[in-house]
T-cell receptor, first 111, second 114 residues
Framework: QKEVEQDPGPLSVPEGAIVSLNCTYSNSAFQYFMWYRQYSRKGPELLMYTYSSGNKEDGRFTAQVDKSSKYISLFIRDSQPSDSATYLCAMSLTTGNQFYFGTGTSLTVIP | KAGVTQTPRYLIKTRGQQVTLSCSPISGHRSVSWYQQTPGQGLQFLFEYFSETQRNKGNFPGRFSGRQFSNSRSEMNVSTLELGDSALYLC?????????????FGSGTQLSVL
């Protein structure tokens, strides 16, 4: 079993829709949770960063962490064609700086 | 402020050859990590360097090695290339490599092994 599981999609939504992206994980020791966006032929770009449980909002993006369920989510409101990319979840432990990544969900927002 | 710079962007090699990839971190960042990205496995951690020392290593064979220089620039070497080594190799930097510290990625080197 992989440490981090993420539905690869692909996910296709109309412009303006609310998008929900999710990851589950198996290691309860994960404390730092991140979402990255990766455009084709580019490196991952950090979108959201959360420590432990709770919600964090930044513009159209909301990240949620539910440690009791070992489940994290990223919500995108009013989705735009420019949001079309692969979204990666990542998490790390309280020791060291090694990150564990999901395989990514491919999102297409149709104008 | 310049981001993480990786060179070259693309490489084509044949089986059995070796390859060296280069990474320049964000100015002031002293920790450099390397990840391998493939469609099936996603991003997998290779190793992390801080102050010219390898601090952490992932589950890859000894054919994968790296080093870091005094200016924090890092190189990664893969010897005796195999077809399965075809991947996007990503370098990421952070300030100190402390727990949970944010990682900033370069655009990667796309390696194709024929």
């Amino acid at each position: 079993q992989k440490e981090v599981e993420q539905d690869p999609g692909p996910l296709s939504v109309p412009e303006g829709a609310i998008v929900s992206l999710n990851c589950t994980y198996s290691n309860s020791a994960f404390q730092y949770f991140m979402w990255y966006r990766q455009y084709s032929r580019k490196g991952p770009e950090l979108l959201m960063y959360t420590y432990s449980s709770g919600n964090k909002e930044d513009g159209r993006f909301t990240a949620q962490v539910d440690k009791s369920s070992k489940y994290i989510s990223l919500f995108i409101r009013d989705s735009q064609p420019s949001d079309s990319a692969t979204y990666l979840c990542a998490m790390s432990l309280t020791t060291g700086n090694q990150f564990y990544f999901g395989t990514g969900t491919s999102l297409t927002v149709i104008p | 402020k310049a981001g993480v710079t990786q060179t070259p962007r693309y490489l084509i090699k044949t089986r059995g050859q070796q390859v060296t990839l280069s990474c320049s971190p964000i100015s002031g960042h002293r920790s450099v990590s390397w990840y391998q990205q493939t469609p099936g496995q996603g991003l997998q951690f290779l190793f992390e360097y801080f102050s010219e020392t390898q601090r952490n290593k992932g589950n890859f064979p000894g054919r994968f090695s790296g080093r870091q220089f005094s200016n924090s620039r890092s190189e990664m070497n893969v010897s005796t290339l195999e077809l399965g080594d075809s991947a996007l190799y990503l370098c990421a930097s952070s300030l100190q490599g402390a727990q949970g510290e944010k990682l900033f990625f370069g655009s990667g080197t796309q390696l194709s092994v024929l």
